[in-house]
C-alpha cells in the first residue's frame, strides 16, 4: 500500500516537474522570439532603416515636373514673333486604373471620350497596351479649359500635366525665320532651333507624398527652376510683314515656283526681314510638307548672274585696267569658239554704261584682261564661297571655284556670274558691303548693340564710285527702270541666270534677279530680290524682280522715315545729272 502510494507521488511530481520544465521553455521561447523581434526591429529601424523607408517612398512618393516657359522671341522693338501659352497633357495611370476597376460604363468615362474627340475602344486600348504599365499619354496641347473640365471628373488613374505649346503671333509672315518647336518643346526649324538651348530653361522638381487615391497629402521637397532666356532679333517685325506681302504678290503674278527677299542694315550688318514665298502656318503644321519649311534664303544657290558685274567694275578700276571715264568697245565676239554677245547690240558703253546696259561683253573684256586671281579675290572679300555664319541651322556656303589654271572661256563668264553658286543671303551680305562703301560686316540675325565697326575689303573711292554708276540702272535707259522710287536714289543690279538641272546642265528655267542699295547718297539698307521660275511670260530680272524691289524699298524707306535724296531730272547740270545715259549707248536693256 505505501509502496503504492509512493509510486503515484513520484509520478506526480515527475509530471509536475515535466509542466515546469515545458512551461520555461515555451516562455524561453517567447523571450527568444521577442528578442530577435526586438533585434530585427532595432536592425531595421535603427541600423538599416534606408530600404523599408525606399519601399514606402516607392509606394506614396511622387516627383513632379514643374515645367519652365520657353523663352519669348521678338523684334528688335519688342514685338512677341514667338511665345508660349499654357496647356495641359491629359496622361493616364494603366497600373493604378485597372486596380480601381478600369474603364467602366460610368458616364465620366464617355465625358472623357467627348472631350478629347477620342472613342471610349481607342480610350481602353491606348490604356491596356500595357496594364501594369504606371504612365501613358492620352493626349498632348489640351487646352487648359478642357483640362480643368477632365480634372473635375476625378477618374481614377487620370491625371494632367502642365506643359505649354509655342504660339507664333505673325504666323506664315515670319515662319522661315522663326521655325517652329516640336510637341515637346524642342526647337527642330529656324531660330527656334539654332537658339534652342539659350530659350530652353531648367525645369524644377517638386516631391510629394500621395495616398491611395492619388491626392497630395504632403510636400516633401522643390527645387526651383531656371527661367528661359528671352531672345530679341535683328528683324523688324513691320518691315518684315512689308516683304512678306510684296514678294508673295510677286510670287503669284508671275506663277513662279518660288521667291526670296533679304534685307539688312547696311550700317549694322542686321538682317531686319527674311521672307520666302511660298510659306506655311506654323501654328497649324498639318498637311504642311517638310519641304515647305526650308528656309530658302540660306539653304538653295543659285548662280547669282549679273548681279556679281559692279565687282567687277571696282577690280578693273583698282587694277588699273579702266578709269572712270573709259570707253569700251562691246561688240559681240568669240571667245575658245563661244560668243559672248549681250541682248542687245552696243557697239561701245561707257563703264557707268555696261552696268546700265549689263553688258556681258564689256565684263568680260575687263576680266580677261586682269589676272586670273583678281576676280575671285575681290568675290572672296565681299563673301562669296563663305557661310555668313547668320547662326540658323542648314545654311549653304554656296559652291566656289578654287582653281589654278582658268581658261578664257571660264574667267569671261565668270565675270557675268557663271561658275559659282551663292545663296540669296550671301548675295545681300555682298551688297550690305558695297552699301558700307567696301565695308565688310557679318550679318546677325539677333539685335547688334553696339554696332560692329567692320573691316574695310576694298577701297572707299572705288565703292562709292561704282554705286554711283549703279544709279544709271534704274534711270530711263536702264534694265531696272520698274525699281525706281520717286523721291529716291537708288543703285541697284537686275540679273538673270539660267538654272542648273539635277543632272548639272541647264535647263529652260530661269532665276530673276535685283538687288542694290538705298538711298544712294548715303546707303541705309541692301536689298535682294530672288523670283524663281517666272512662267507667266517674263524672266528678265528687269522685268520681274526689279518691281518687287522697287515696291519693297519704297515702302521701307518711307516705314522708316528716310528723307528723300531725288535725282536730279536728266539736263539738270552737275554730277548727278551725268548719270542720265548718252544716246549714243542706245536705249533699253535687258539683264
Known amino acids: 500500500m505505501k509502496a503504492t502510494r509512493g509510486v503515484k507521488l513520484k509520478r506526480q511530481d515527475d509530471q509536475a516537474s515535466f509542466v515546469s520544465w515545458r512551461f520555461a521553455l515555451l516562455c524561453g521561447c517567447i523571450l527568444l522570439a521577442l528578442v530577435g523581434l526586438m533585434l530585427r526591429v532595432a536592425y531595421l529601424q535603427v541600423i538599416n532603416p534606408d530600404r523599408l523607408v525606399r519601399e514606402g517612398d516607392m509606394r506614396s ?21 514667338a511665345v508660349s501659352v499654357p496647356v495641359n497633357a491629359i496622361w493616364a495611370d494603366p497600373k493604378e486604373l485597372n486596380e480601381h476597376g478600369g474603364i467602366t460604363l460610368d458616364t465620366r468615362w464617355k465625358a472623357l471620350s467627348d472631350a478629347l474627340s477620342i472613342p471610349l475602344d481607342q480610350l481602353s486600348t491606348r490604356i491596356n497596351a500595357n496594364p501594369k504599365g504606371r504612365f501613358v499619354y492620352l493626349a498632348r496641347q489640351v487646352n487648359p479649359a478642357i483640362g480643368e473640365y477632365i480634372h473635375k471628373l476625378k477618374l481614377p488613374g487620370i491625371y494632367l500635366r502642365q506643359e505649354s505649346r509655342r ?81 508673295n504678290n510677286a510670287v503669284a503674278f508671275n506663277k513662279a515656283e518660288s521667291g526670296t527677299a533679304v534685307l539688312v542694315d547696311v550700317n549694322t550688318g542686321e538682317v531686319l526681314a527674311m521672307a520666302n514665298s511660298p510659306s506655311y502656318n506654323p501654328n497649324n503644321l498639318s498637311g504642311t510638307p517638310q519641304e515647305a519649311m526650308r528656309n530658302r534664303a540660306i539653304t538653295d544657290i543659285f548662280e547669282p548672274g549679273s548681279t556679281v558685274k559692279p565687282m567687277v567694275v571696282m577690280t578693273a578700276l583698282q587694277h588699273g585696267v579702266v578709269r572712270e571715264n573709259s570707253v569700251l568697245q562691246t561688240l559681240p565676239y ?109 550679318l546677325s540675325i539677333t539685335k547688334v548693340d553696339p554696332p560692329v565697326s567692320g573691316e574695310r575689303v576694298f577701297p572707299e573711292h572705288l565703292v562709292r564710285t561704282v554705286v554711283h ?100 531730272t536728266p539736263g539738270t547740270t552737275g554730277e548727278k545729272g551725268d548719270l542720265v545715259n548718252n544716246k549714243k549707248e542706245g536705249s533699253g536693256g535687258r539683264s
Open 334 to 442: 568669240r571667245v575658245n569658239g563661244h560668243e559672248i554677245k549681250d541682248v542687245a547690240r552696243y557697239n561701245e558703253l561707257t563703264l557707268t554704261g555696261v552696268l546700265q546696259k549689263s553688258s556681258n561683253v564689256g565684263v568680260s573684256k575687263l576680266a580677261l584682261a586682269m589676272p586670273s586671281s583678281a576676280l575671285v579675290e575681290t568675290y572672296s572679300r565681299f563673301g562669296l564661297g563663305k557661310p555668313t555664319n547668320l547662326g540658323l541651322v542648314g545654311e549653304s556656303s554656296g559652291l566656289y571655284p578654287h582653281k589654278q589654271r582658268w581658261s578664257d572661256i571660264e574667267r569671261a563668264t565668270f565675270s557675268f556670274g557663271y561658275g559659282l553658286m551663292v545663296t540669296p543671303l550671301q548675295l545681300a551680305r555682298v551688297y550690305a558691303t558695297i552699301g558700307s562703301l567696301g565695308i565688310y560686316r557679318p
Open 469 to 568: 554708276m549703279m544709279e544709271s540702272v534704274a534711270l530711263p535707259g536702264g534694265g531696272g527702270t520698274k525699281a525706281a522710287i520717286k523721291g529716291y536714289r537708288i543703285a541697284i543690279k537686275t540679273g538673270t541666270a539660267k538654272k542648273v538641272g539635277p543632272d548639272g546642265r541647264y535647263v529652260n528655267k530661269y532665276i530673276a534677279y535685283t538687288a542694290g542699295v538705298a538711298p544712294a547718297s548715303n546707303p541705309r539698307f541692301a536689298l535682294v530680290v530672288v523670283i524663281n521660275d517666272p512662267q507667266a511670260g517674263k524672266y528678265y530680272g528687269g522685268a520681274v524682280s526689279a518691281p518687287v524691289f522697287g515696291a519693297i524699298m519704297g515702302g521701307v524707306l518711307r516705314t522708316m522715315n528716310v528723307e528723300p535724296d531725288a535725282l536730279m
Open 61 to 81: 512618393l511622387r516627383v513632379q515636373q514643374v515645367p519652365t516657359a520657353r523663352g519669348m522671341i521678338s523684334d528688335r522693338a519688342g514685338r512677341p514673333l
Open 167 to 247: 504660339y507664333y503671333p505673325a504666323g506664315q509672315v515670319t515662319a522661315h525665320v522663326i521655325g517652329v518647336t516640336n510637341i515637346d518643346g524642342k526647337g527642330i526649324e529656324g531660330v527656334e532651333s539654332s537658339f534652342n538651348r539659350w530659350l530652353t530653361g531648367q525645369p524644377g522638381e517638386r516631391t510629394v507624398r500621395k495616398d491611395r487615391y492619388g491626392r497630395v497629402i504632403e510636400d516633401i521637397s522643390s527645387v526651383d527652376s531656371q527661367a528661359a532666356h528671352n531672345l530679341v532679333l535683328s528683324i523688324d517685325e513691320r518691315l518684315q510683314a512689308l516683304v512678306y506681302r510684296e514678294l
